[in-house]
């Protein structure tokens, strides 16, 4: 899955409210980027299309299976991927969370999203425009720590 700067911006903030940011969060994306190569960019098929990198993402918890990003705060594209039964990996047998997805996405909603999102990459000084999560995430993590002097 791949992020705007304002849905990582959110995930942070919601993880900031848990006290799950800090050392411990930045060690967690890093194993997730190393892991899955995240950091080498798109893959070319030869064609000059690119092939996305597919990962685990590291806030689907291993306890309680489910996303651990509130219902609320969860990026665009993971309403929309909501598997219906077990071991979906391609999209297939999904549900979406219309509501949440439809303000989002439909007039006032849309607009203000792009001027939150023009804000946050404004203020974390971003060259992109969607990274996968665990990037997103981490950028985040390194731009509210610089910001804080720690």
């Known amino acids: 899955m791949r992020v705007t700067p304002l849905e990582a911006l959110e995930i942070w903030l919601d993880l900031k409210a848990k006290g799950q940011t800090g050392p411990s969060l930045e060690q967690k994306l890093e194993a997730v980027i190393e892991r899955f190569r995240l950091d080498q960019g798109e893959l070319s098929d030869g064609r000059h299309e690119y092939l996305r990198r597919t990962y685990t993402c590291p806030f689907y918890k291993d306890t309680n299976l489910g996303c651990g990003i509130s ?15 077990p071991g979906i990996v391609d999209g297939g047998a ?18 203000s999203r ?18 996968p999560i665990p990037l997103a995430v981490l950028a985040w993590e390194r731009s509210m720590r610089s910001a804080d002097g720690s």
């Open 114 to 131: 792009s001027l939150l999102n023009l804000e946050a990459s404004q203020w974390l000084q971003a060259t992109w425009e969607k990274l």
């Open 71 to 85: 219902p609320t705060l969860k990026p665009l594209g993971c309403l929309a991927f909501n598997p219906l039964t």
């Open 94 to 111: 999904c549900a979406v969370h219309g509501v949440r997805l439809a303000e989002a996405t439909s007039g006032a909603g849309a607009e």
